[in-house]
């Protein structure tokens, strides 16, 4: 079956607008997270769902983050007030089970994200 | 913040030779993943290790954990230009169910 796709692949935003950033996980996947991924470093672990639930937000960097995933499968990732500092590939993963540590990532090809 | 480093952080090396990459984390594991990443596209999962085992092997790939040390090493064995990309370990612990992951190491492979 197809795997995590993510869209758009590329966006460019001016500094202070918005922006939304789409995840389709493979489906029947229970877990959801989303990374982000500045350049010339491995990723940083933003947020999780299981299911409709988001479990976990520890990640996201300031309250102008905020992610959903409202029927449990498609997930969105706003920002609001882009700011230069968030320019990254922002990555989303799905897993089969809850998401315990034990299953497998897999992850979509991301989503370049620069603020000018 | 990341949650360990990777070393070395860039390594070239000629298609046919072994590639070794190490990783040292700072809290304790559940497990520790590899992941693959070529430039622009997203990570490929390549192998897991659980703590309770000090050794995997998976074709050409072979990771060792030693979690005294809190650290573990990935051998990639008669390298192809193919395998040319950055690495990446990430660590998944028995409180959260995130990754935390390295900086990644840039394995070039010249053919």
């Known amino acids: 079956g197809a795997g995590v796709s993510q869209s758009p692949r590329y966006k460019v935003a001016k500094r202070g607008q918005d922006v939304a950033l789409r995840c389709d996980p493979i489906?029947?996947?229970?877990?959801l997270f989303w990374y982000q991924q500045a350049l010339g470093q491995g990723p940083e672990f933003l947020t999780y769902?299981?299911?409709?639930?988001?479990?976990?937000k520890s990640g996201l960097p300031s309250d102008r983050f905020f992610a959903e995933r409202p029927e449990g499968s498609v997930s969105t990732l706003k920002i609001q007030r882009t700011q230069q500092e968030d320019s990254a590939v922002y990555l989303c993963?799905?897993?089969?089970?809850?998401?315990?540590?034990?299953?497998?990532?897999?992850f979509g090809p991301g989503t370049r994200l620069t603020v000018l | 913040s990341q949650q360990g480093e990777e070393d070395p952080q860039a390594l070239s090396i000629q298609e046919g030779e072994n590639a070794t990459m190490n990783c040292s984390y700072k809290?304790?594991?559940?497990?520790l993943q590899w992941y693959r990443q070529n430039s622009g596209r997203g990570l490929v999962h390549l192998i897991l290790?659980?703590?309770?085992?000090r050794e995997k092997h998976s074709g050409r790939l072979r990771v060792t954990l030693d979690t005294s040390k809190k650290s573990s090493s990935l051998l990639i064995t008669a390298s192809r230009a193919a395998d040319t990309a950055s690495y990446f370990c990430?660590?998944?612990?028995?409180?959260?169910?995130?990754?935390?992951f390295g900086g990644g190491t840039r394995l070039m492979v010249k053919p």
């Open positions: 809290t304790s594991i559940n497990n």
């Open positions: 993963a799905s897993s089969l089970g809850a998401g315990v540590g034990t299953d497998t990532q897999y």
């Open positions: 489906s029947g996947h229970v877990s």
């Open positions: 769902f299981q299911n409709e639930a988001q479990l976990d």
């Open positions: 990430a660590t998944a612990s028995n409180a959260g169910n995130m990754l935390t």
């Open positions: 290790i659980r703590s309770n085992e």
